[in-house]
């Protein structure tokens, strides 16, 4: 088993330029193959909902489903560093709901770090929710939870003034406490400058080169879907290959080929001639 990726871990690689791979995942069986590959970081997060529910929108992620989820990520990937999204409405109605919500997290599932969608207006709860001995990652440009009231999932701080916010947003989260920010689509210019005046390190996704830690989902990753972000690099296309599985796979059942020979199982050594006996004597009596 190779050594548990930390904080400190990560911040030494930041000290010493050096990236972290991360990646996000929602179970068991793809969390196994991301320990083994290596993966640094895996973000367990609230798009389960839309990758694996189908739904549109991540606000119909409930706490108790992203606990269960994160808790297998956790079992099948013990060495990386775990952060899970904390879901819409777990920590905006009160400071302590979210302390509680985000205790959950850390408790149940074994996660390193909750991640917290805002900027200024999520600061107090970030700061609230890290006295309570709670790591906090921040994530601030694309918020997916409020997405509609950002004109839907567009690219962020593409003009000076919005820029700007984001500068804001990602320094009140750093005051605050969080131990690591997420940037999400946002110019590659604009996280730049925000990157250089960064002190924590900086998550990136769709931001361009400026960060610690660059990100792709692993369903996006792999090519399980004919779209991907713009962001998003394939480096396999298992959509085509499952396709071609199962449409072999339905051509053999039709033609007979499967279950073969070799997919039977077989009674022990003389029970057969057993059981003709038994059935034998049934038929008599």
């Given at each position: 088993?190779?050594?548990?990726?930390?904080?400190?871990?990560?911040?030494?690689?930041?000290?010493?330029?050096?990236?972290?791979?991360?990646?996000?995942?929602?179970?068991?069986?793809?969390?196994?193959?991301?320990?083994?590959?290596?993966i640094?970081?895996?973000?367990?997060?609230?798009?389960?909902?839309?990758?694996?529910?189908?739904?549109?929108?991540?606000v119909?992620?409930?706490?108790?489903?992203?606990?269960?989820?994160?808790?297998?990520?956790?079992?099948?990937?013990?060495?990386?560093?775990?952060?899970?999204?904390?879901?819409?409405?777990?920590?905006?109605?009160?400071?302590?709901?979210?302390?509680?919500?985000?205790?959950?997290?850390?408790?149940?599932?074994?996660?390193?770090?909750?991640?917290?969608?805002?900027?200024?207006?999520?600061?107090?709860?970030?700061?609230?929710?890290?006295?309570?001995?709670?790591?906090?990652?921040?994530?601030?440009?694309?918020?997916?939870?409020?997405?509609?009231?950002?004109?839907?999932?567009?690219?962020?701080?593409?003009?000076?003034?919005?820029?700007?916010?984001?500068?804001?947003?990602?320094?009140?989260?750093?005051?605050?406490?969080?131990?690591?920010?997420?940037?999400?689509?946002?110019?590659?210019e604009?996280?730049?400058?925000?990157?250089?005046?960064?002190?924590?390190?900086?998550?990136?996704?769709?931001?361009?080169?400026?960060?610690?830690a660059?990100?792709?989902?692993?369903?996006?990753?792999?090519g399980?879907?004919?779209?991907?972000?713009?962001?998003?690099?394939?480096?396999s296309?298992?959509?085509?290959?499952?396709?071609?599985?199962?449409?072999?796979?339905?051509?053999?059942?039709?033609?007979?080929?499967?279950?073969?020979?070799?997919?039977?199982?077989?009674?022990?050594?003389?029970?057969?001639?057993?059981?003709?006996?038994?059935?034998?004597?049934?038929?008599?009596?």
């Open positions: 088993m190779r050594q548990k990726v930390t904080i400190h871990t990560i911040r030494e690689k930041k000290e010493k330029g050096e990236k972290l791979s991360r990646t996000v995942v929602y179970d068991y069986t793809m969390a196994v193959l991301a320990e083994e590959a290596g640094d970081i895996i973000n367990m997060g609230d798009s389960i909902v839309q990758i694996v529910l189908g739904s549109e929108s991540t119909t992620a409930e706490m108790d489903f992203m606990i269960a989820h994160a808790r297998g990520v956790r079992k099948g990937a013990p060495s990386v560093y775990l952060m899970g999204d904390m879901p819409f409405l777990s920590y905006q109605a009160s400071i302590e709901e979210a302390i509680r919500n985000a205790g959950r997290f850390v408790k149940e599932a074994l996660v390193d770090a909750v991640k917290i969608e805002g900027g200024v207006e999520v600061a107090e709860t970030a700061a609230a929710v890290t006295r309570a001995g709670i790591p906090v990652i921040g994530h601030t440009g694309l918020t997916p939870q409020t997405a509609t009231s950002l004109g839907g999932y567009k690219t962020q701080g593409r003009d000076a003034r919005s820029a700007m916010k984001l500068m804001e947003d990602v320094r009140a989260l750093e005051e605050a406490g969080a131990v690591a920010v997420v940037l999400e689509s946002v110019p590659s604009v996280t730049r400058i925000i990157y250089e005046r960064c002190t924590i390190p900086l998550f990136g996704t769709g931001v361009g080169k400026a960060n610690d660059p990100s792709i989902n692993m369903y996006d990753m792999l399980f879907f004919q779209r991907t972000p713009r962001f998003a690099k394939r480096y296309h298992l959509r085509e290959e499952i396709l071609r599985a199962l449409r072999a796979y339905i051509q053999d059942v039709q033609i007979g080929g499967y279950p073969g020979p070799e997919h039977e199982y077989t009674m022990l050594p003389g029970e057969m001639d057993k059981l003709q006996e038994l059935l034998g004597a049934e038929h008599h009596s």
